[in-house]
Structures are given as structure tokens and as C-alpha cells.
């Protein structure tokens, strides 16, 4: 184990020696999105932990450790974020550390929310002056490279991250469309982490249909994926 580990190692070896391993190996892998793998075989185990983490302190570590134990175990509710952990997630000096190297590992971003005909900036202002959305803090607008007719849009709760297709930067989609989509993005970071997955679930469908043109919207994007409007540019 390397001394820049040794943090890291110390972790999960204290909480690892109460779930019966001898041996353990842990050290940082370089993942874009926030991921971590694991292999045992009777009483060893390693690990590669995302290094967005490595500018955790020692607590937060163990609090993540223990979560990956119990996973592998199956005890507990399968839930990777414990109160230390998720605490240092949604700080300031998580965000500040992780955001912009997750910005540059996404290859399909443009790192800019300013568009040929859009930005998102502008979309963004507007719907905080609507009052649907509360404030997004550090939030990282970006359109994508690639012209994505089937996702349109995506977002990493944890990074604050949201990516908007740029098919939709196209004066002949209606700028409403655009719009919903990162609205609906937008109130994934609203509801923030849930055992490391996002949730369509009817609370969330009931927050989406507060834009007063999301019927209009979702059928604009059936249509688009479906390849049954104009896009050609003028």
C-alpha cells in the first residue's frame, strides 16, 4: 500500500477486520462517474474506490467503507451513502474538488452552457424567475457534442452536472422544449441523493407537470426521437 493511501487503506482495514477479512487491499481508481468496485474470496478482498474521495478525511472514508461492507454482506438497506459521507458530498469543498475534473472526463460535453442559439444560462435564469425551481447551488450547465435525438438530457446529482442535448440548440425546435428538459434535470438535483439512484416516481412526475407546457414538450421530443420533425438548419 502506497503512502498516499495509506488514509484510505487504514479506512477500510478497521472496518473490514470486523466483517472477518485478514486481507485487504484497497487503493483509488481513476472512474469517471462517482464508482467503486470490489472482488473477495474467502477472507480477502479488494478494492478500487472512486478518487473523488481522495480528498476525504478518515471519517467519511470509514462511513464508506462500512457501507460497502454491509453491501457485500446484504446487510442493511443497499444504501452507499452514510451521514458522513453524504454530508461531505453535498459540501462546498467536495464540489470544488470533483466537479471540474468530472466536467473533463466527460468526453460528450462541451464544458459550455453557451449554445449556437441557446444558453443555458438564460433558460436556467428564466425558470428560477418562475418560481417552479429554488436556487441551484454550483450548478454546471453544459450542452453536449454529440446530437442525442433518445437522451436528451442527463445530470449527475452528485457532481451538479447537466448535460442538455444539442439537438435541441436549434431554432427550429421551439424553445420551450429545451427548456422542460433541463427543468426536469434540474429537479433531479432538487431532490438530491437517494441510495445512489434517481427516481421517476409520482411525487417527482407531479413537480415535472408544473411546467405549463410539458404536455407540448414531451410530445416535441416523441416526435424528435421518433425522426418526424424538420431539423435541416436554415
Not at 7 to 36: H, M, P
Not at 95 to 110: D, G, H
Not at 186 to 204: I, K, P, Q, V, Y
Request: glycine fraction near 6%.
Amino acid at each position: 500500500m502506497t503512502a498516499e493511501c495509506d488514509e484510505l487503506g487504514t479506512a477500510f482495514c478497521t472496518v473490514g477486520t470486523n466483517f472477518g477479512y485478514e486481507d485487504i487491499d484497497v487503493k483509488f481508481g481513476r472512474y469517471k462517474e462517482f464508482k467503486s468496485t470490489w472482488c473477495r474470496s474467502g477472507k480477502k478482498v479488494s478494492f478500487q474506490i472512486t478518487d473523488y474521495l481522495s480528498g476525504a478525511g478518515p471519517e467519511v472514508l470509514e462511513d464508506f467503507a462500512l457501507s460497502l461492507y454491509m453491501k457485500i454482506a446484504h446487510r442493511g438497506d443497499g444504501n452507499i451513502y452514510g451521514p458522513r459521507l453524504k454530508e461531505y458530498l453535498v459540501s462546498d469543498e467536495f464540489l470544488e474538488r470533483n466537479q471540474p475534473l468530472y466536467v473533463k472526463r466527460s468526453r460528450n460535453l462541451s464544458r459550455s452552457p453557451l449554445g449556437e442559439n441557446f444558453d443555458l444560462r438564460d433558460t436556467h435564469n428564466n425558470l428560477l424567475a418562475s418560481g417552479m425551481l429554488g436556487e441551484s447551488r454550483n450548478v454546471s450547465l453544459n450542452w453536449t457534442i454529440n446530437e442525442n435525438r433518445m437522451r436528451v438530457g442527463y445530470c449527475s446529482t452528485i457532481m451538479h452536472v447537466v448535460a442538455i442535448s444539442s439537438i435541441l440548440d436549434n431554432m427550429n425546435v421551439p424553445e420551450y422544449v429545451h427548456e422542460y428538459v433541463l427543468y426536469h434535470e434540474l429537479l433531479h438535483l432538487e431532490d438530491g441523493l437517494s441510495n445512489g439512484r434517481r427516481h421517476h416516481t409520482a411525487e417527482f412526475r407531479a413537480k415535472e407537470h408544473l411546467y405549463p407546457r410539458w404536455r407540448e414538450s414531451e410530445d416535441w421530443l416523441r416526435r424528435l426521437a421518433a425522426k418526424k420533425v424538420d431539423l435541416s438548419r436554415s
